[in-house]
């Protein structure tokens, strides 16, 4: 398979995952969506179903649609990212370029579809629709939750695809579920740096209007400590199987 295909694989795939994600946020916090005052486990609901349809649109390249998963797979040791698709230097380049760039059209598309709710919401903040942000904010217990989340996530992925089951797109989206319930209230639980990182430069662009900062003195966190959880699932799943 192409670079080419791989690449639109990831765009087309973690779009569709921040479309779906980003949306249920802005269903449940915008004061004028249908949605409104949903609920946090609406919102765990929506980013589950996130991953499980962007898995399927990413078939192709094998669904990362994470910077996290890829990453996690190299340190792995695993030879190919994908049927077809070795581990290089450049697929690694291109899987994280799709995804970073999936990120940012799938939040833009989200904009598209929330505009009036985005024009009208008040003082309602913007921000959260599109990336995360602390509850309390402390960098270092920030970052550790962080670290913990994606650790789980990883973990998961690749313990269970040697397992004889192999689970697949279904089980993922209900652990990201569970992460979301147990682990999402201190940060909002990004556990994808493409995830977080391109809506963040969405809502940095677009002309919302009233709209709060991007926050970018937090923006490293989910960025870095994803990568740190992800290193250290691979090694234990390494080590563990």
Known sequence: MSL???FFSEVLGTATLTLLGCGVVANVVLPKAGGFEGGTLMINFGWGLGVFAGVY?????????NPAVTIALLVDGASTYA????????STLVYFAGEFLGAFLGAVAMWLAYKKQFDDRLDAPSLGVFSTGPAIRSYTWNFITEVIATFVLIFFVL???KTPTQVG???????????GASLGGPTG??????????PRVAHALLPIPNKDASNWSYAWIPVVAPIVGCVIAALAARAYI
Request: no cysteine; proline share 7%.
């Open 4 to 6: 080419w295909s791989v």
């Open 57 to 65: 649109a990413a078939y192709k390249s094998g669904g990362h649609l």
């Open 83 to 90: 049927p077809h698709v070795d581990v290089t230097f450049g």
């Open 159 to 161: 313990v269970s695809g």
């Open 169 to 179: 797109p279904l089980a993922v989206a209900l652990v990201v579920v569970g992460i």
């Open 189 to 198: 639980y990004a556990i994808n740096p493409a995830r977080d990182l391109g």
